[in-house]
């Protein structure tokens, strides 16, 4: 994790001071990047919490709707293919714009469609106002790992990206831990009440932080167009095969994840016999091996290089999760969700201090919200591929089916150069 005390918080370059530890514009930048990284942590923690909730309001709407597990499933896919649309807006926006305005509209615009979704009458506006929350979520991870990769030097750019993907974990542990509570007392309709909250503090967010120093000093760069910016990320072949590679992991993240947590807490409660309070207990020690793996690899990343810890984690995944789903007994399910958690989702803070490293600011946070979106849109998939396999093999085989995409991702990181040390 980032120490906030640390002087090698603050970069060198910055405009108006020489950078020397202890000096005023140290101070001020230091105090710059903890803001820049507790606000985006924040911000990607509502998106966690957002995300997770509705799996655990599922089995309600089930039963209010009438609806089938593959309609249910449905509604995280439509969830995931909004963020890729808001990928595409609030990364072109942001670079435009601003990464802090387009963080805080973000926020607002997932939380007030997640509390309308309190309101559905049916299986048809829930999922209009789970697509709309959608583009709002889509905005969270580029903005929130473009602010981080901007705010710190590069020795510590992988540990700032991930202590915000942590941030979302942390609203992902949130959720398992509150919403069977919610859930008793308030029914399924509550969870997504509570979800308005974050309309609150993107306010509080948007006061207290500026805007990133880095776009600040190309503003009049990164003012490029809608197809402009996407045009830059395919401006060239060395370019191309950088962007393949990077919609292909992030795809594997992303169908990976969304496969295992969508569907885990109903799987340890129904098909294993757990019980929701259980199934919610086991599902939060998985996320908290996730959030370990994410401090660990971001140690990882930075101290011994990009590639060496995407290969340990991508085939600890593929090993963890194979083994997971031969397990049934609780104590070896709880073990095993702690381990599989650690490997499956340790990487996801690595994307942010890689795509920052491989694209300039004037494209930076359309780089990253447009790659990791379409990650995002295409592993939307995996509830549905995850619900129709499930139903006719078992939840067990269709988790191990998982474990194959773990190895593609492991060749594309050969395509993947390695700039850790770059500055941006």
């Known amino acids: ?101 387009m963080l805080m509209w973000s926020i607002l ?48 750019r992988a540990r700032a990206t991930s202590a915000v993907a942590v941030g979302f974990q942390l609203g992902v542990l949130a959720a398992a831990l509150l919403s069977a509570p919610i859930i008793a007392l308030l029914g399924w309709r509550g969870l997504f009440v509570v979800g308005t909250f974050p309309a609150v503090l993107a306010v509080i967010l ?42 292909i992991l ?27 309070t259980k199934g919610s207990l086991w599902t939060a020690v998985t996320v908290l091996g996730m959030l370990l793996g994410i401090v660990t690899f971001g140690q990882a990343a930075d101290r011994v290089g990009r590639r060496p810890a995407f290969w340990v984690f991508q085939a600890g995944a593929a090993a963890s999760v194979l083994v997971y789903s031969q397990l049934t007994a609780p104590i070896a399910l709880l073990v095993g969700g702690f381990i599989m958690g650690i490997f499956a989702n340790g990487m996801l803070g690595g994307y942010g201090a890689l795509m920052a490293e491989l694209y300039s600011t004037k494209v930076r946070a359309t780089a990253q919200n447009v790659l990791f979106n379409i990650g995002r849109g295409i592993g939307g998939f995996a509830p549905v591929v995850m619900a129709g396999l499930a139903a006719t093999h078992g939840f067990g085989f269709a988790l191990a089916l998982l474990s194959v995409i773990y190895v593609l991702a492991f060749v594309t990181m050969f395509f993947v150069p390695d700039r850790r040390t770059a500055e941006l």
């Not at 209009?128 to 602010?147: P, Q, S, V």
């Not at 006061?207 to 009049?220: C, D, I, M, N, W």
Request: net charge neutral; aromatic share 10%; glycine share 14%.
């Open 109 to 156: 615009l997932f939380a007030v469609f997640t509390g309308l979704s309190a309101t559905a009458q049916g299986f048809a506006d829930l999922g209009i106002y789970r697509f709309i929350a959608g583009i709002g979520i889509g905005g969270e991870f580029g903005i929130g790992m473009t602010l981080a990769a901007e705010a710190v030097p590069s020795r510590w």
């Open 1 to 101: 994790m980032i120490d906030p005390t640390d002087n090698a918080f603050a970069y060198s370059n910055a405009p108006g001071g020489d950078g020397t530890p202890g000096t005023a514009t140290t101070q001020v930048i230091d105090k710059y990047a903890r803001k820049a990284v507790v606000a985006s942590s924040i911000g990607y923690a509502l998106d966690g919490f957002d995300l997770l909730i509705l799996s655990f309001a599922l089995t309600g709407i089930i039963a209010s709707f009438g609806i089938t597990t593959t309609q249910a499933g449905f509604l995280t896919t439509l969830t995931l293919l909004g963020a890729v649309v808001g990928g595409i807006v609030f990364g072109v926006l942001s670079d435009r714009l601003g990464r802090v305005r």
């Open 206 to 247: 948007r006061k207290r932080l500026h805007e990133s120093p880095k776009f600040v000093q190309q503003g009049a760069e990164s003012k490029t167009s809608l197809l402009g910016s996407m045009k830059l990320l395919v401006a060239d072949p060395a370019t191309v095969r950088i962007t393949i590679a990077m919609v």
């Open 250 to 276: 992030t795809s594997v993240q992303n169908f990976g994840y969304y496969g295992i947590i969508t569907w885990l807490p109903s799987y340890l409660s129904t098909q294993l016999g757990l019980g929701v």
